[in-house]
């Protein structure tokens, strides 16, 4: 603990904390103030957090450093609850704790605070997401989502770049050159053309051919997308189709009994998946993430260390096992029958895993599967084209748009005049509102000189009141009549689906109390079953077990006789040879005899012997020539230093003559 809060005080009093704490000081702050550190760190990560915490309730301050932490991605050592205590109380082991791994990773925590408010993913239940606007909503959120993530490695990558500011100066330079160029390229292409005729007619074609473009291509956008819908929907009904048509299938080809055990099956199979495997399973990933977390959040350790920690691992597992072989001796001496049963039990319960796996990995299966046929018909509706109308249809086709179009143009005629009808009719309402104008001008002229001004208006807003109150009024009678219409209706259909109801109520109950005996005889013999299964499981395992060991006995038995036969072909080879060499010297023929391996044998030894004696000879005569011919060398090497310094001075007179100028001389 003191070294942690040597670390970070260290941290807090350089920038761009710059904090003016010792050791002393910091180990005595009030719960309040060590919170308002906590929040100084959260502010320089994320400046939204900048908050005075007086100003702020416990439990909102909670909540919000614990919803900054986990964008953060910070896992504490206890529970959720626990944290969020220490974080209300200001706990200095849980503030200390946080801190430790806030301070030496700011940088890295802002660029994760800032990515994530970006990139949070909202968690939408599935039923939720059946929603089709909920759904488009949610892609289109996602799509930005990664579009950000696109932008912002770009963004890095400009960043990490090597242009300094002279680059792009000089990229400036050259697009400020170019759009220089484009607008004279502009002007000399604007003086030739001015120069036409029919320059406004060509201008305004241009126009209409940009727009018309820029329709084709809305257009042709639109339909793509209507066609994608279309696609979609078409590969949404055809799914439905094939689900109803299987399950109509499936229902016809069953009697209700069969129906009902299926759904029972069903039933207790998805009832052990999500009772007893699935949170057994997710309790496990729990645990392996939990026991990751504390593996990362630890120090880095050497070999030596992790050595030593897979010793007390396997110590630790071979004392389980002890104990595990301890404890089964003690239930096998105190109850036999019990220890069957248990291992009925578990054979039972590994079986019930297996087939859980099973299951799973046949429905992963057959999703594939099925998504792999949606997508295989969509090809083919795709490849092959559009259906194509015949004879008839086509007819009665054409027949069908000549009739739209006799509509559109009787439509059409009728909208022109109702256009033309509306024109006149606007005048008109023009005119009268011109007149009615006047008229309310001099009225309330009059009434000024006669000094009741306003009474005009106060008489039309009592009559524009009646009015409204009187089609509230009759508004009401009718929501009312309507209420009790559909209140009679509701009635009525409840009462009918009463009647209807009836008698399939009637067939319904005498099938219940059958399917409740039912359901009573296949538990019963569910139960006999696997009372019965576990038995003759229990006797497969042995007679498995005891095969085993015969086949192991019968193959360790079959290699050692192997073994000996071989040994036994080799001593009868070698007794053949030693018979065929008493055979061969007890033959009275010289010749042949000498033809034997002893006589070889004896011959190879005389042979030997003679060359050890030559041998030993050689080096006798060696030993007595060592001396003289050790002093006659020593005599050859001393011969040849005296010649060579002869030569050495007759060569350093020769120099001395050359160089004086004198007589050349011989020297014996």
Same mark, same amino acid.
């Given at each position: ?10 941290i ?8 003016? /704490?010792?050791?002393?000081? /910091?180990? *005595? ?12 760190v /959260? ?19 909670? =909540?919000?450093?614990?919803k /900054? ?7 504490? #050592? ?15 082991s ?48 996602m ?16 960043? *990490? ?15 400020e ?45 639109q ?5 994608t819908?279309?696609? &979609? ?20 080809n069953?009697?209700? #009994? ?10 207790k ?14 309790? *496990?990933?729990? %645990? @392996? ?14 070999? #030596? ?17 002890d ?5 089964? @001796? ?20 590994? %079986? ?7 299951l ?23 490849s ?7 004879? $008839? ?15 559109? %143009? ?6 022109? #005049? ?19 104008n006047? &008229? ?20 039309d ?69 696997? @009372? ?6 229990? *006797? ?18 079959? @290699? ?5 036969? =071989? ?9 053949? %040879? ?11 023929? $010289? ?13 190879? +030894? ?23 011919? &050790? ?35 011989? +020297?014996?």
């Amino acid at each position: 603990m003191a070294e942690q809060v040597k670390s970070i005080v260290e941290i807090l009093c350089k920038p761009p904390f710059n904090k003016t /704490f010792n050791i002393i000081s /910091f180990d *005595n702050l009030e719960p309040l103030q060590l919170l308002q550190v906590l929040n100084d760190v /959260f502010s320089y990560i994320e400046p939204s957090n900048a908050l005075d915490l007086r100003e702020e309730t416990p439990e909102d301050m909670a =909540h919000r450093m614990l919803k /900054f932490l986990s964008v953060l991605k910070y896992t504490p #050592d206890c529970s959720v609850q626990e944290f969020q205590a220490g974080i209300i109380t200001g706990e200095r082991s849980v503030v200390y704790q946080t801190l430790a791994w806030l301070l030496p990773n700011v940088e890295m925590l802002k660029t994760r605070a800032y990515l994530g408010k970006y990139l949070v993913r909202v968690d939408i239940p599935a039923e939720i997401l059946q929603d089709d606007e909920v759904e488009k909503i949610h892609n289109e959120y996602m799509e930005l989502v990664e579009e950000f993530k696109t932008v912002h490695k770009a963004t890095d990558k400009l960043k *990490n770049t090597k242009y300094t500011a002279a680059d792009i100066k000089r990229d400036i330079n050259q697009m400020e050159q170019e759009h220089e160029q484009i607008l004279k390229t502009i002007e000399r292409k604007k003086a030739r053309v001015e120069s036409m005729s029919n320059m406004s007619e060509l201008l305004s074609g241009a126009r209409s051919l940009r727009r018309e473009q820029e329709r084709q291509a809305s257009i042709a956008e639109q339909r793509q997308s209507q066609k994608t819908a279309v696609q &979609v929907a078409e590969s949404k009904i055809q799914r439905l189709l094939t689900q109803l048509k299987d399950l109509r299938a499936a229902s016809q080809n069953m009697s209700v #009994d069969k129906l009902m055990s299926k759904l029972e099956e069903e039933y207790k199979s998805t009832k052990y998946l999500v009772e007893e495997k699935l949170p057994r399973e997710l309790e *496990n990933r729990k %645990k @392996s993430c939990s026991n990751v977390q504390k593996v990362l959040l630890e120090p880095a350790m050497s070999e #030596d260390d992790i050595e030593e920690l897979l010793e007390k691992a396997q110590e630790l597992q071979s004392e389980l096992n002890d104990l595990h072989q301890q404890r089964m @001796s003690k239930t096998d001496n105190a109850d036999d029958k019990l220890v069957m049963f248990r291992k009925q039990a578990m054979m039972i319960a590994r %079986k019930k895993e297996s087939l859980a796996e099973e299951l799973k990995e046949c429905t992963n299966e057959w999703t594939e599967v099925e998504n792999e046929l949606t997508k295989k018909k969509e090809e083919m509706r795709v490849s092959g084209a559009e259906q194509v109308l015949t004879g $008839p249809e086509f007819k009665k086709y054409i027949g069908m748009i000549r009739n739209k179009g006799n509509v559109y %143009k009787a439509k059409r005629a009728e909208v022109a #005049d109702v256009r033309a009808e509306v024109g006149v009719l606007s005048r008109t309402a023009d005119i009268l509102q011109s007149h009615y104008n006047e &008229v309310k001008q001099t009225i309330s002229n009059m009434e000024k000189e006669r000094g009741i001004s306003g009474y005009t208006d106060a008489q039309d807003e009592l009559e524009m009141i009646s009015a409204q109150k009187g089609d509230a009024d009759e508004k009401k009678g009718q929501i009312l009549e309507d209420m009790s219409d559909m209140s009679d209706k509701l009635n009525q259909m409840i009462s009918e689906k009463k009647a209807a109801l009836a008698p399939i109520i009637k067939e319904l109950r005498p099938l219940r109390s059958k399917c409740h005996e039912l359901e009573h005889l296949h538990t019963q013999k569910k139960t006999e079953y696997d @009372s019965l299964s576990a038995s003759l499981g229990s *006797n497969l395992q042995n007679l498995e077990q005891e095969v085993r060991s015969l086949r192991e006995t019968a193959q360790a038995e079959e @290699s050692k006789h192997h073994f000996l036969m =071989h040994a036994k072909q080799l001593l009868e080879a070698e007794h053949q %040879k030693v018979d065929g060499e008493l055979a061969v010297y007890k033959n009275p023929d $010289p010749a042949l005899r000498k033809s034997s391996l002893r006589e070889q044998y004896n011959r190879k +030894i005389q042979e030997q012997d003679n060359l050890g004696k030559a041998l030993r000879a050689k080096q006798k005569t060696v030993r007595e020539q060592h001396s003289p011919n &050790v002093a006659q060398m020593t005599m050859w090497l001393d011969l040849q230093k005296l010649l060579a310094c002869k030569r050495n001075l007759l060569e350093n007179q020769a120099k001395e003559l050359d160089l004086g100028g004198g007589e050349n001389l011989l +020297i014996l």
